[in-house]
């Protein structure tokens, strides 16, 4: 099983759509989730990171089941500058920093 | 000044070339990482340096050698690559290694390697 999985996507939503993503990870003793942004051709930057009381930043927000090893990431009133690849990435204080998912395509379209 | 700064953006090698990639950091960070991103792979962690001294290294072949002079600089040493090493190679810094993670790696743009 790979470390972390997410929606294979792509995404295609129009502007203004609600958009979920969700993200499995498999080592129990992750300790720090995260979301990072990367735009085509382009590096990628932290979104935000994912608190175990959920959080909210503007139009974004991340939840976090440690139980069901789960993180999700829901975009509403799309913009079309959020079409990017959303990346999960995890952390543990044991084993490897910082492992990346494969990342969810997403394009919204107008 | 861009926080994290890779030379050069492209790189097309032979095989049996020999390059570096550099990567230079200017906010004062203690860790540097050399990523691997091929195309629907999620990113690779290759090598992890932490005040200088590598901490990591993920099973990379031996025709990729990396070397952190002082915190501030990682280059990666190619020679004899392969057509499959065609990649984006990324570099980033993080404050520490195995922080209280507040988890921001700031990434370099990447040097984008083609291999003939």
């Known amino acids: 099983r790979k470390e972390v999985e997410q929606d294979p996507g792509p995404f295609n939503v129009p502007e203004g759509a609600t958009v979920a993503f969700n993200c499995t990870y498999s080592n129990s003793a992750s300790q720090s989730f995260f979301w990072y942004r990367q735009d085509c051709r382009k590096e990628p930057k932290l979104l935000m990171s994912?608190?175990?009381s959920g959080n909210e930043d503007g139009r974004f927000t991340a939840q976090l089941n440690r139980a069901s090893q789960y993180i999700s990431l829901l975009i509403r009133d799309s913009k079309l500058s959020d079409s990017a690849t959303y990346l999960c990435?995890?952390?543990?204080?044991?084993?490897?920093?910082?492992?990346f998912g494969p990342g969810t395509r997403l394009s919204v379209l107008p | 000044e861009t926080g994290v700064t890779q030379t050069p953006r492209h790189l097309v090698m032979g095989m049996t070339n020999k390059k570096s990639l550099k990567c230079e950091q200017h906010l004062g960070h203690n860790a540097m990482y050399w990523y691997k991103q091929s195309a629907k792979k999620p990113l690779e962690l290759m090598f992890v340096y932490s005040l200088e001294e590598r901490v990591e290294n993920n099973s990379v072949p031996s025709r990729f050698s990396p070397e952190c002079p002082n915190s501030s600089h990682l280059f990666l040493h190619l020679h004899t690559l392969q057509p499959e090493d065609s990649a984006l190679y990324l570099c980033a810094s993080s404050q520490d290694y195995r922080q209280s993670n507040t988890g921001e790696l700031f990434f370099g743009e990447g040097s984008r390697l083609t291999v003939l």
């Open positions: 994912v608190y175990s």
């Open positions: 990435v995890v952390t543990a204080l044991y084993g490897q920093n910082f492992v």
